[in-house]
């Protein structure tokens, strides 16, 4: 799945770039996504900072 960020909540995202998104996790009914970020290592972001592009 491929996801455009929306909302930046960290330096290592940029907002309008697509991010592949590696898994999708899911912790205390909130849904995350998993995803190699602008430092290329992967991490977990909340589902609402981004918006599918491609699934």
């Given amino acids: ?14 907002e309008g770039k697509i ?3 590696i898994e999708t996790e899911n912790s205390f009914g909130r849904i995350y996504y998993r995803i190699i970020d602008d430092s290329g290592d992967d ?13």
């Fill in 43 to 55: 991490y977990i972001y909340g589902k609402s900072c981004f918006q599918i592009v491609e699934s």
């Fill in 1 to 14: 799945m491929k996801v455009k960020c929306i909302k930046v909540i960290s330096i290592d995202l940029t």
């Fill in 19 to 21: 991010y592949d998104v």
